[in-house]
Every structure is written in structure tokens, then in C-alpha cells.
């Protein structure tokens, strides 16, 4: 009897022994492509609170246009839904009426321009911003772009880099970031609570 087996050196320069029936029964991931092509793609989400989307008011859009990467978007956008709604003789006291920008793809649009700006993203790949299906989690906003830099350690520094900046700069959108409670949050609930029965 004769066992055959094939060695492979992994990426932090270990071996791994696979018996040879293994590589037609399981797939196997190979990185040579990656290696080759002009960068290493990036995917991933964060899933925004959907109760914090909402239509922009005229003071948003005022604060917007003062963001370097929003200011031409605003505009032109503004200069769109303005002749579109007018021409159609829309009643805009009604919120639900015409068309209106929101805060959600007002976000979506600064965190393209920021990453079409990134001066360590390959824009010549495939380049994605875009929503996925909502869920009980929220609705997930993804970034599927690719990294000029496919060093593991310099991949993940820069793909930690922007979602840094996407968790810091969300709120200005008036958008929340979803996350489970926390024993911090039922503990400001509860004390809440507490302070509203005591002054009843």
C-alpha cells in the first residue's frame, strides 16, 4: 500500500501535508491570481440603523455642500430634482411628493468620492458602493473595491483605515450604526426609566 501525499507552503511559510484525493474532493483557494493582478480586493460591510434614514432638509444639504468630496454632487443633484419636480408641477409641501435626496445616498456618494480619491485603491478594478439586503441587522452599506497593495499586512492596514474613517464620519449624516444592545445601553435604559417613575 502507498500513501501519496502533496506538501504546500502556506503564505506565513508553514507546510501543509494534503492527502491527493483531497485536492479533486475539496476546494481549494489559490492566490497566485491575486498575486498577479493589480491589486487585493476589499469587501466589507458596515450596516447602517435603518430608522436613522431619512429625507434631507434644506439645512443638510447647506451643511453637505461645505464637504470638499459632496460639493459638486449637491449641486448637481440639487439642479436635477429641482427642474424634474418643477416640471411636474409637484406639490413639495408634502414630503412624500417628487423626488428628494436622503441622508443615506448622501452618504453612499461622499464615501465613493473618498475612495475614488484614495491614492492607495486601484479605481481601474472592479470599484462598488452599494447596498445589500436589509435584515434585522440593518441595512449593509459595502465596499467592494480593491487595494493597490497586496502585502497582507499593508492590505490591512489600509482596508482598516477607511472603515476608521467611515465609523468616525457617519454621524455627521445623521446615520447611526447598528450594533446588538449592550449591557451599557440596558443599563442607561433601566436608570432612564428609574428617573422618569421617580419624577411622576
Known sequence: ???NTVKVQNWDRTITTIPTYALVASPFMNWRGMEESGGRRIMRSINVDM????????EMLA???KIHH???YIEQR???IENYNKELGVDESVTVNGRRMTNLGVFRKYLENYCIRHPRLNTDMTFLIRHLQPSEKGIPIQVYVFSKEKA???YEEIQADIFDHILAIIPEFGLR???EPSGDDLQTAISGL??????K
Open 78 to 80: 440639487q439642479t436635477e
Open 194 to 199: 428609574g428617573d422618569l417613575l421617580q419624577n
Open 63 to 65: 451643511k453637505y455642500k
Open 51 to 58: 430608522r436613522s434614514v431619512k429625507f434631507c432638509t434644506p
Open 152 to 154: 497582507w499586512a499593508v
Open 70 to 72: 459632496l460639493k459638486d
Open 1 to 3: 500500500m502507498t500513501l
Open 177 to 179: 450604526v447598528f450594533q
